[in-house]
């Protein structure tokens, strides 16, 4: 039992993963795209994204006793199937180092302002790693526990910001056009449906209660969906349009406004921990589809050293994400036109290669 896990805890980690972006990610991306019509722009990202996640959950149910390399491996042969993998992993490689610098810098930008960058880097690095040495069975434990507490937190966001919306915010609607719309809406999708990719290096062999996993990770999608559009609908709603765009986490500064029972008030610095615990998540997970791929690309069969070695490619990968990003108006510059189109040339387009060859193959 080790190394199973339960459809409960594939439904936090997918939800998880799906929220790790939510903060500086989807709102900037948004905002500086359409303004307050980025409401709209969700609720066709989230339509959209249910294709990648139904090729996910195919590939998935294809093979139960394969991982997303073994099949790789299985579909295209060892040479392209490897070639294929290694390309896959160092684009999750590079995702991990994106999210992991936009954690850091959220941390040192408003909890540790006088804390070195690569100190908190250092720091925030030892529980991941330490996290992904374990076995499947207490990552997914660890991941449900953060995913309750994150429940509870968001629980209490809600109650403090309902009252505090001002519909006039999102006036004029429709403000822009249907192309600068839907054109931001594709932008959305790669950050939120395609990282769902990180489940498929778990085999449903694995999975405990399997035949409730289709429904299940569906399930996890729409409703981490509902709180992407709550988070947009909340900054919007409650900072403006104008000022929101000026922060470079609005998320983090709405929760400023909240005061719960109109006597506790400064409670953004612990609203704010379950993005911490969403991205703490995600990079756990995915280093542990980059370990997956190790163990099967090397034939590595002692859990010991795949340890060491995926701990080290882990520590390079975290560490340098304060060297990736020289500054913010870069790592934005990226996140707004360049990595959704790696993100839909290489991941998607490999999605549907192998769902093709799989229909094709004769098993």
Same mark, same amino acid.
């Given at each position: 039992?080790?190394?199973?896990?339960?459809?409960?805890?594939?439904?936090?980690?997918?939800?998880?993963?799906?929220?790790?972006?939510?903060?500086?990610?989807?709102?900037?991306?948004?905002?500086?795209?359409? $303004? /307050?019509?980025?409401?709209?722009?969700?609720i066709? @990202?989230? #339509? &959209?994204? =249910?294709?990648?996640?139904? %090729?996910?959950l195919?590939l998935?149910?294809?093979?139960?006793?394969?991982?997303?390399?073994?099949?790789?491996?299985?579909?295209?042969?060892?040479?392209?199937?490897?070639?294929?993998?290694?390309?896959?992993?160092?684009?999750?490689?590079?995702?991990?180092?994106?999210?992991?610098?936009?954690?850091?810098?959220?941390?040192?930008?408003?909890?540790?302002?006088?804390?070195?960058?690569?100190?908190?880097?250092?720091?925030?690095?030892?529980?991941?790693?330490?996290?992904? $040495? /374990?076995?499947?069975?207490?990552?997914?434990?660890? @991941?449900? #526990? &953060?995913? =309750?507490?994150?429940?509870? %937190?968001?629980?209490?966001?809600?109650?403090?910001?309902?009252?505090?919306?001002?519909?006039?915010?999102?006036?004029?609607?429709?403000?822009?056009?249907?192309?600068?719309?839907?054109?931001?809406?594709?932008?959305?999708?790669?950050?939120?449906?395609?990282?769902?990719?990180?489940l498929?290096?778990?085999?449903?062999?694995?999975?405990?209660?399997?035949?409730?996993?289709?429904?299940?990770?569906?399930?996890?999608y729409?409703?981490?969906?509902?709180?992407?559009?709550?988070?947009?609908?909340?900054?919007?709603?409650?900072?403006?349009?104008?000022?929101?765009?000026?922060?470079?986490?609005?998320?983090?500064?709405?929760?400023?406004?909240?005061?719960?029972?109109?006597?506790?008030?400064?409670?953004?610095?612990?609203?704010?921990?379950?993005?911490?615990?969403?991205?703490?998540t995600?990079?756990?997970?995915?280093?542990?589809?980059?370990?997956?791929?190790?163990?099967?690309?090397f034939?590595?069969?002692?859990?010991?050293?795949?340890?060491?070695?995926?701990?080290?490619?882990?520590?390079?990968?975290?560490?340098?994400?304060?060297?990736?990003?020289?500054?913010?108006?870069?790592?934005?510059?990226?996140?707004?036109?360049?990595?959704?189109i790696?993100?839909?040339?290489?991941?998607?387009?490999?999605?549907?290669?192998?769902?093709?060859?799989?229909?094709?193959?004769?098993?």
């Open positions: 039992m080790k190394n199973k896990i339960s459809t409960l805890q594939l439904f936090s980690l997918c939800w998880q993963v799906i929220l790790s972006v939510n903060i500086g990610i989807i709102n900037y991306i948004s905002l500086s795209s359409i $303004n /307050q019509d980025g409401w709209i722009a969700i066709i @990202s989230c #339509i &959209l994204g =249910i294709i990648p996640v139904i %090729l996910y195919y998935m149910n294809y093979r139960p006793e394969m991982n997303f390399t073994q099949l790789n491996e299985y579909l295209f042969g060892k040479k392209i199937g490897k070639l294929i993998n290694t390309v896959i992993t160092l684009l999750i490689a590079f995702c991990v180092v994106l999210y992991f610098n936009n954690l850091s810098n959220f941390i040192t930008s408003q909890y540790l302002h006088k804390t070195p960058t690569l100190f908190g880097i250092i720091i925030f690095s030892i529980p991941v790693i330490y996290l992904l $040495n /374990q076995n499947l069975t207490t990552i997914g434990r660890t @991941s449900f #526990i &953060l995913f =309750i507490f994150g429940i509870a %937190l968001l629980a209490l966001t809600l109650i403090g910001l309902i009252g505090q919306v001002e519909l006039s915010n999102f006036m004029p609607i429709l403000e822009h056009n249907y192309n600068d719309i839907f054109k931001t809406s594709i932008t959305i999708v790669p950050y939120t449906s395609f990282s769902v990719i990180l498929l290096s778990i085999p449903k062999k694995d999975v405990i209660d399997s035949e409730k996993l289709n429904k299940r990770v569906v399930c996890a729409f409703t981490s969906f509902i709180v992407v559009f709550m988070a947009s609908f909340f900054v919007v709603g409650v900072l403006g349009n104008e000022l929101a765009k000026l922060y470079q986490y609005p998320e983090f500064h709405v929760l400023k406004r909240i005061s719960i029972g109109g006597f506790i008030e400064r409670v953004e610095s612990t609203l704010s921990l379950r993005w911490i615990f969403y991205i703490f995600t990079l756990v997970f995915g280093l542990y589809f980059i370990k997956q791929y190790i163990k099967t690309t034939k590595i069969k002692k859990e010991k050293k795949l340890n060491i070695i995926s701990s080290v490619v882990g520590i390079i990968l975290l560490i340098s994400s304060n060297w990736l990003f020289s500054s913010n108006t870069e790592s934005n510059t990226m996140i707004l036109n360049v990595i959704p790696f993100l839909y040339i290489i991941n998607l387009g490999t999605t549907i290669l192998m769902v093709i060859k799989a229909k094709t193959k004769k098993n």
